[in-house]
């Protein structure tokens, strides 16, 4: 190859349809600086200058003590999971994406399906301990959409089962209930930071530790396990942030007030024009909720005139691709299809939903007219 050939830039193709999310990004030349500084520091990663002040400035945007930066949400979890040493059978649910399971079959667990509670789509409290068994050592609930888990219920059957508590908070940045941050409970909760989400860094993720001891074992874990340069304590990964992401993350930090006031603005002018349709329902946060608006979930139920499959097709036949999150289930899968606990008849509720949610787009950059379009084809339920 010739090394001085000039590298020749291929441009996307021109895509003028209106996609579930778009990730918010900050002014491209807010970021240089930011490089400069990487280009004449040569840090590229291991915990580097941008990774710990990245670090400190969510603890204090997200209102918590501690915090690991991950190169993802899958690893965080997958690391969460080792840093508890959780084995046996974690309790989880089959609402949500698919890599909220494979992080316990990543580590060798086997998952157990709970079906979810019909108003807030999460795991229904009153249907976990029927599942525990000798084996349960945890819970892995699921901020689904970022409305909150029934976290009292599940810290009660967690204290008289003596289980550890996973969130799956991949949704859930910023997410505020009556008692401060939803990421202050259970025993460890996971973030994601990909470009799909409220907050982004590229790829990212994060995990939110309740001390200072238990933050050192994960960021023992994931950095291969080592302590120092000749100890190595654990069989831990690779899943560090880089500082390319790290830096980027706190330039974001900068802009996401402004991003999560215009997905409010678009989540209120989606309720204010689908209230009175006749077959669609919006998901509700309990009152004291301070939400992200991560997701616009309605429910197309069976007195709307079309199933949700044909609205699904009906709004890209106007270019616009909701999403069916979550469809199929993650207990539909083919890894996980055979569990006892992954029957349908388990899971009706979950089973119900996933035939029935459509997630319209959402994110700063949609225009007013845009969302009236699209909350106009869903209002007239038909071309
Ligand atoms: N737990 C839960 C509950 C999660 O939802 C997720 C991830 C995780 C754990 C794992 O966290 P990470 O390891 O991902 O940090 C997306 C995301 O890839 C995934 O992160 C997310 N959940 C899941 C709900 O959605 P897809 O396959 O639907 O993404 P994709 O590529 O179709 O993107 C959706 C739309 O977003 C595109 O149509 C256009 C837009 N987009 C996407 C990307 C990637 C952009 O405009 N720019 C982009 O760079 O899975």
């Not at 590229?202 to 960021?219: H, L, M, S, V, Y």
């Not at 119900?352 to 459509?358: E, Q, R």
Request: aromatic letters at 8%; glycine letters at 6%.
């Amino acid at each position: 190859m010739n090394a001085a050939a000039p590298v020749r830039v291929i441009s996307p193709e021109p895509d003028d349809r209106i996609f579930v999310t778009q990730p918010h990004m900050a002014p491209l030349d807010e970021f240089i600086p930011y490089l400069e500084k990487i280009w004449e520091s040569k840090v590229l990663t291991n915990r580097g200058p941008f990774h710990r002040q990245l670090e400190d400035a969510l603890c204090e945007y997200l209102g918590v003590e501690h915090l690991a930066l991950f190169a993802n949400g899958t690893l965080a979890l997958v690391t969460a999971l080792q840093a508890l040493r959780i084995t046996g059978e974690v309790i989880t649910t089959p609402y949500s994406f698919v890599a909220t399971a494979h992080s316990l079959l990543w580590n060798g667990i086997k998952p157990v399906f709970v079906d979810i509670d019909p108003d807030t789509l999460n795991l229904d409290p009153h249907k976990i301990e029927a599942a525990i068994t000798p084996q349960t050592t945890a819970i892995m609930p699921v901020h689904c959409y970022g409305h909150p888990c029934d976290v009292e219920a599940i810290r009660r059957i967690a204290d008289n089962y003596n289980l550890k508590v996973i969130y799956d908070a991949a949704h859930a940045f910023g997410v505020q209930t009556d008692s401060g941050s939803v990421l202050q409970h259970g025993d460890l909760s996971a973030l994601s930071f990909h470009a799909t989400k409220v907050f982004n860094t590229f790829e990212g993720g994060a995990i939110i530790c309740p001390d200072a001891k238990t933050k050192q074992r994960i960021d023992h874990l994931k950095n291969f396990g080592y302590v120092d340069e000749v100890t190595v304590v654990a069989p831990g990964i690779n899943a560090k942030m880089s500082e390319i992401n790290a830096a980027f993350g706190l330039l974001q930090l900068k802009h996401v007030d402004e991003a999560i006031a215009k997905r409010k603005r678009i989540d209120a002018m989606y309720r204010g024009q689908l209230r009175d349709v006749k077959g669609i329902r919006c998901l509700e946060d309990a009152g004291e909720t301070v939400a992200n608006c991560a997701y616009f979930p309605i429910l197309v139920e069976s007195d709307y005139p079309m199933s949700r499959d044909a609205l699904f097709e009906l709004l890209r036949s106007h270019d616009i691709v909701a999403r069916r999150y979550f469809y199929p289930l993650i207990s539909d899968f083919p890894m996980y299809r055979g569990l006892p606990s992954a029957s349908r008849d388990n899971l009706p509720v979950a089973t119900d939903a996933a035939l029935k949610v459509l997630c319209l787009p959402i994110y700063p950059a949609l225009s007013d007219e845009q969302v009236e379009r699209i909350a106009g084809i869903v209002a007239r339920g038909r071309s």
